[in-house]
């Protein structure tokens, strides 16, 4: 009998914790994301302005 039948499975790494667990995904979110919402936020105050007679 081998012994590579005794050895469990290796356990799958979470989705959750492979992203926390990688530094430059989490500079990207952090970057981009207030950048996306700052940008909205402007166009949704440019477009409430109301326009001159």
Known sequence: MSEDTNLPKPERIPFFQRMLDN???????????PT??????????????????
């Open 23 to 33: 530094p430059f995904l989490l500079l990207f979110i952090g970057v981009a994301m």
């Open 36 to 53: 996306v919402f700052y940008t909205l936020w402007g166009v949704m105050e440019v477009a409430t302005i109301p326009i001159a007679k």
